[in-house]
C-alpha cells in the first residue's frame, strides 16, 4: 500500500444528505466512487452530484483520484483524512475493462524478488497512465485478441482482475519491457516451472496470442533452464522467419541463432540463478 502526502485540514462536517451517500456507498463495501455512484445513490441530475462530490473533497471526505473518480476517507483516517488503499484497487478504474499485468502480475504471483513501484494495468479500451499518490499506473493498450488469460482476485474483499501466472508468462515474453527484461522473465520460468505452471497452457496462449517472437523467447529460455514444453515441436513449428531480438531493453547486437530465430544478444551465462 502506497502512502500519500494530503494537507493538514481538518475535515469539515457533513450535512445529512452528503452523511446519507458516504453511509450508503461505504455499506455496499465501495472504496473507490464516480460521479455516476452518487448520481445514482441520490437520484439526482449530473451537475448537481459533481457539486457534491467538489464539496466533499474540499471538507476532506473525498480523494479526488482522476477526473470523476474519487476515494472515500473513511472515518477510521481521523480529523487530518490521511488515507489510501491498495493500488491495484484504484487500477481497477484507471480503464475499463482491465487486469493487472506484467510486472505487477510476476510481483502478485510471486516470481520476482523485485517490487515494481509502477502498476501495469492492460486493457482494450483507450485509457491514459496517470500518476496518483505517487504511484505510476502504466497502461499498456492491446487488441482485443490479447486481452484475455486473466482471473478474478479478491484485494482486500474487492474483485480486481489479474493475469493468471501462465498468461503473465507469456505477455512477460510479448514484452520483457514491461516486466525488467529477459532475466526476470528466466528468474520467472524458473519459479514457475518450481510450482507446477501448466506449460500446456502456456502453450495454448502462445497460440492464441500469435506473436513470433513471444514464442521464441519461451521456447529459448524453456530449453535454457530444462522445461519440458509438452508442446515445443508444435511452438518451434510456428516460428516466424525474421530474427527477433532475445531482449529488447538491451542493445541491437550480438549473433543470430538459426535454430530459434532470435538475435541472441545477452549472454545465457547470465540468466543463471545468482548465488545467495
Given at each position: 500500500m502506497?502512502?500519500?502526502?494530503q494537507t493538514e485540514t481538518i475535515r469539515k462536517g457533513l450535512s445529512t444528505r452528503e452523511s446519507r451517500l458516504l453511509s450508503r456507498l461505504a455499506g455496499a463495501g465501495h472504496q473507490i466512487i464516480s460521479v455516476d455512484d452518487i448520481e445514482t445513490t441520490l437520484e439526482i441530475p449530473p451537475?448537481?452530484?459533481?457539486?457534491?462530490?467538489?464539496?466533499?473533497?474540499?471538507?476532506?471526505?473525498?480523494?479526488?483520484?482522476?477526473?470523476?473518480?474519487?476515494l472515500i476517507i473513511p472515518l477510521t483516517a481521523g480529523e487530518k483524512g490521511v488515507y489510501t488503499t491498495h493500488e491495484y484497487l484504484i487500477a481497477a478504474h484507471v480503464a475499463t475493462p482491465m487486469y493487472i499485468g506484467y510486472y505487477s502480475a510476476l510481483s502478485h504471483h510471486g516470481l520476482t524478488d523485485q517490487v515494481p513501484r509502477t502498476v501495469y494495468v492492460v486493457t482494450p479500451a483507450r485509457a491514459q497512465s496517470r500518476e496518483i499518490h505517487?504511484?505510476?499506473?502504466?497502461?499498456t493498450t492491446v487488441t482485443e485478441r490479447k486481452f484475455f488469460g486473466f482471473e478474478p482476485t479478491s484485494i482486500e474483499g474487492t474483485t480486481v482482475q489479474v493475469s493468471d501466472l501462465e498468461k503473465t508468462l507469456v505477455d512477460c515474453a510479448d514484452h520483457p519491457e514491461f516486466a525488467g527484461g529477459l532475466r526476470e522473465l528466466a528468474t520467472a520460468m524458473r519459479t514457475a516451472d518450481q510450482r507446477g505452471c501448466a506449460w500446456d497452457t502456456v502453450g495454448e496462449y502462445l497460440e492464441q496470442l500469435d506473436n513470433g517472437a513471444a514464442t521464441k523467447r519461451i521456447?529459448?529460455?524453456a530449453d535454457?533452464?530444462?522445461?519440458?514444453?509438452p508442446t515445443r515441436e508444435a511452438l518451434v513449428e510456428s516460428f516466424t522467419s525474421g530474427y527477433s531480438l532475445l531482449d529488447p531493453t538491451q542493445p541491437d547486437a550480438g549473433s543470430n541463432n538459426s535454430t530459434y530465430r532470435l538475435q541472441i544478444n545477452v549472454e545465457p551465462a547470465t540468466l543463471e540463478p545468482t548465488e545467495a
Open positions: 502506497s502512502s500519500i502526502d451537475n448537481t452530484a459533481r457539486e457534491i462530490a467538489s464539496r466533499l473533497t474540499e471538507k476532506g471526505w473525498l480523494d479526488r483520484l482522476f477526473p470523476g473518480t474519487y505517487g504511484v505510476p499506473y502504466r497502461v521456447v529459448y529460455l535454457q533452464l530444462g522445461i519440458n514444453l
